[in-house]
């Protein structure tokens, strides 16, 4: 589908694609190098392969990220300072380069704080609740990141985890709004809106993809969802600090 979406395209010469996403935007950059492209909702570019770098793209494709650089190393560090928390479970699909990523970060950040990781994979939706199962007894909070299959069962995770008494950290607002107990995010609006204003330098001003830096998010909103936290056994703000009940 997204490659007879690119046809079409490139057959009535558009001129400028807009992709949503890893996946569309690495269809659309294989499959033209003179229409430019631009691309959110995009985690890692640079392993993407679709740009050389995130300051100088190099090509005819850049845009906005949704992951802030400093999101999963925060998030990492509001465990381990507010909530005490030694081994966090994560569940992704490995198939998924940007998840890929983003858990490497978490490990990395896990590891400089003394913490471990524990992973389970999936590969649809599906899997979700099983995956998430297989870690009980083995961690001692959730960190969801923003990985399509798990995003689309996170249900599965919040009845695990408030079944279990887990607090689970979300790698996005909309999920902790879901049922999650917390997340650093940002408003996906925003990132489509920068993404319109750099199509505008481009269409309008005349403006270099190959020379207009990819974008992050904007400053990061940490959020608490006091629901979550009591379905999950969290004695809330106990003496001025979160932690679980025992």
């Not at 569940?91 to 471990?116: C, F, H, K, P, R």
């Amino acid at each position: 589908m997204l490659q007879t979406i690119a046809d079409t395209f490139i057959g009535n010469d558009v001129d400028l694609i807009f992709a949503n996403a890893t996946p569309a935007a690495q269809i659309m950059s294989s499959s033209t190098a003179d229409i430019p492209i631009l691309f959110t909702s995009v985690t890692d570019p640079e392993g993407a392969q679709l740009v050389d770098s995130l300051d100088s793209p190099g090509g005819n494709v850049t845009g906005t990220m949704d992951l802030h650089p400093d999101a999963i190393s925060q998030t990492v560090e509001l465990m381990s300072e507010e909530f005490d928390i030694e081994t966090i479970g994560m569940i992704y699909n490995a198939g998924e380069q940007n998840s890929e990523y983003q858990v490497s970060i978490a490990e990395e950040t896990a590891d400089e704080l003394g913490m471990s990781v524990q992973t389970a994979t999936v590969q649809t939706s599906a899997d979700v609740q099983s995956a998430t199962e297989s870690l009980i007894g083995n961690i001692d909070a959730i960190y969801i990141i923003t990985d399509n299959e798990v995003v689309s069962g996170l249900d599965a995770v919040i009845g695990v985890a408030e079944s279990e008494g887990l607090p689970l950290f979300v790698g996005e607002l909309d999920s902790v709004e879901a049922g999650g107990l917390a997340g650093f995010g940002f408003s996906y609006y925003d990132i489509g809106y920068k993404t319109g204003e750099m199509a505008a330098d481009v269409l309008v001003n005349g403006e270099d993809p190959a020379t207009l830096s990819v974008e992050f998010p904007p400053e990061l909103e940490l959020v608490f969802n006091e629901g979550a936290a009591e379905r999950m056994g969290l004695d809330w703000m106990k003496n001025g600090k979160p932690s679980l009940t025992t």
